[in-house]
């Protein structure tokens, strides 16, 4: 039996709730409201309360509302169909809400289940196989899109059957893979893993090797990047950050680009909309859409679901690295990630540490970084997602091991970047924002 | 405000603050409007039975035997087409003497747009100030501040743009305003004939700080209710933001909130976030344009409130005062429109970017000799016509006082630059320098 529960406090968007049973750190629940189920994500338990961050306004919510657990944390759906989505932080498709206006409780799905994909099976009946390992694949524009043993898989299995080579839908059983207790389990191309928890189906993460192009000449002539590694865009507004993020996703080398507006402009992501499906990718000659993933919270929209969305990204990312591929996640900006963490922590009445952040922040980001890095996957092959985020001031986001003194780092660390840029644009002598496309 | 039956009513504050009443209290939902004593309040916390509500009008002479009577919705404004040519106080009650609004009640402070829906800003909105149309080119959907010290003449400037302003409707959100100030406004609408394309919502300093936290959602209601119903081009005023800022700090304060930096509340990123990002072109051609004032303390952008900002907004404008024109100009060195490209020489002449960019470095290199002058080097041909540059380039285009058109700006431009310098000195491609060079 789920555990149920009724409101008893209300702050913002952080609600307490009070228990009839067992509850986890991270579960979801939804809270009835007018009709609506709002999501809402534990984040602290105390006896028999738990405070939950709620993913949408709390307007018109009562104590005494009542509210039902879901036993199980925020999950994303992975499957064919991701490339050129555009979600909000909790994945909901932003292109089939209906109305203007984001409506409260509106939840959509992240794939199209009705479309065909053309499945060619890989793997063979009698296969010993183990998460994350390929049974088939499907092309998903030009990309070979690997249908893989679900990341949540444990121990070992044999493939029973694998479905011809034909046309299917998502949701369509492509192979039956049997347990060691001889158990037949079904397969889809779709599988669920929830955000907060890295995917670490693959054999190692060894140190990234080969330098990852990002187009930017300045970048990769005297502050290369590794496949795989961890860079970061510290500066003040306006100083460009946002600017250099696009033209890398325009440019970068790299299979997979998901892109995730954290708490930025919403214009800034309709210049993506406007321009990408424009666009030519320079490695493949195909639109550049087409490789690219769009996670958008922009700064109006949840709080809660900010935090929510770089993760959300980051675990894309991490799926399409099991298939072989070159990912690369760009975050603007993690500093208004960190603003969200605050807030829910200054709610909490948590004590603070410097300028009111968690005092556990820098942990919460290192966390984070690492989820990056280039693998090497079970079947010998290698995939990479490569992560640089940005942010404004204060630069608190820094993981952990990156050095303090920022001249210290270029050029010694293969995997770690760091690209100040001056505020160029408010410096007598250069006009304030010249037009890029003339710096060309 | 009408009484009605299924009001609850209490008579016992269990606790009172400058700005909040907390009392036990059964049913009541977040964001809830109430009146205690009669002056109006909003829920802002639930805790078990105690609730804890934000007075808008203070606390003063509130006794704990107030009668508290809950009104079960939260702030809302009636909209119609009445509302043109109108002043409301915060609660959207007329303070022109005028009868009461007649029309639908919507509820403020409503939901955001589906990113995925907005359309790229593309309409110029001419200001006829140079330093604003030439350097830092206004678009609808666009969200600006000026950045200005409180001694400067903001509101002047700020009226001039919006009765030039090419827009339907011209909403007033001002907060704090002295009474001169909204006197000011009154009589330049009034006085311009355009009373009838404007809205105003004003809290002047004689009102309670705490009133104006609802200004911003009830001007944005009113722009929503003209965008989205009626499709039409609205200009939003908030002046002065900081000042809102302060009364979000003083309520966050007063609800014993853990500060952030410069003691605001840790959610000031989200709550300015909430307000700009109304900023939008929607699809069906009506826009919400926000042109808004944040007064800097010392000319101080790191303090929060325009740090902050700056992360939200597109731009900033400057307001500086030139002692060598004597005038006060739009400083082309801090100030940023992010959106003028898409404009500049799509919908103004195709020389606009160039002459843009020459100007403002021509500019900076009379900086520069200026500096040498002051240190005593000698100065050489070339810093002496810059120098004389950049007096009438301020007088004649930066000065806040010009009043001119886009194209009559450009022509200025090539009439001054060649006035002191030859075409190579100003760096403009040579096919517009053929075309518009002034020879004489
Ligand atoms: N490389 C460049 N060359 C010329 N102009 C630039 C360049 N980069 C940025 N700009 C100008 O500066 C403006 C601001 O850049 P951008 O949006 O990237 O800033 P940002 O660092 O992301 O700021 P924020 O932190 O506020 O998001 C742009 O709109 C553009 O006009
Ligand atoms: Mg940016």
Redesign the pocket.
Known sequence: MSTHGKVTGIVSNLVTVTVDGPVAENELCYISVGGNQLLAEVIRVTGDKASVQVFESTRGLKNGDSVEFLGKMLEVTLGPGLLSGIYDGLQNNLTTMTGVFLKRGEYTDPLDRKVLWAFTPLAQPGDKVIAADWLGEVKEGWLPHKIMVPFSFKGEFTVKSVAPAGNYTVDETIAVLTDKDGEDIPVTMVQKWPVKVAVKCYKEKPRPTRIMETGVRVIDTFNPIAEGGTGFIP???????????HAIAKQGDADVIVMAACG??AN?VVEIFTEFPELVDPHTGRKLMERTTIICNTSNMPVAAREASVYTAMTICEYYRAMGLKCLLLA??TSRWAQALREMSNRMEELPGQDAFPVDLSAIISNFYARAGMVLLNNGQTGAVTFIG?E?RPLLLRPRAEPRRPEALPGRQPDRLLLQ?PR??RDPGIPA????E??G | MATKAYQRTYTQLQAITKATVTLNARGVANDELATVNGKLAQVVKTKGDAVTLQVFSGTEGVPTNAEVSFQGAPPTLRVSDQLSGRFFNAYGHPIDGGPEIEGEEREVGGPSVNPYKRRQPSELIPTGIAGIDLNNTLVSGQKIPFFADPDQPYNRVMADVALRADVDKIILGGMGLTNDDYLFFRHAFESAGALDKIVSFVNTTEEPPVERLLIPDMALAAAEYFAVDKNEKVLVLLTDMTLYADALSIVSNRMDQIPSKDSMPGSLYSDLAKIYEKAVQLPDGGSITIIAVTTLNDGDITHAIPDNT??ITE?QLFLRADPDSGKVIVDPFRS?S?L??LVQGKKTREDHAQLMNAGVRLYADAQNAKTKLENGFDLSDYDLRCLDYAKEYATRLLSIDVNITVEQMLDTAWEIFAKYFSPAETGIKQVFVDKYWKKD
């Open positions: 500066g003040p507004f306006g100083c460009g950050k946002t600017v250099l993020q930025e402009r800034e603007d900006s940005q404004g840029i160029v644009s924002g010249k037009d890029p003339e710096l | 700056g992360y731009g940023l992010r003028k490209q």
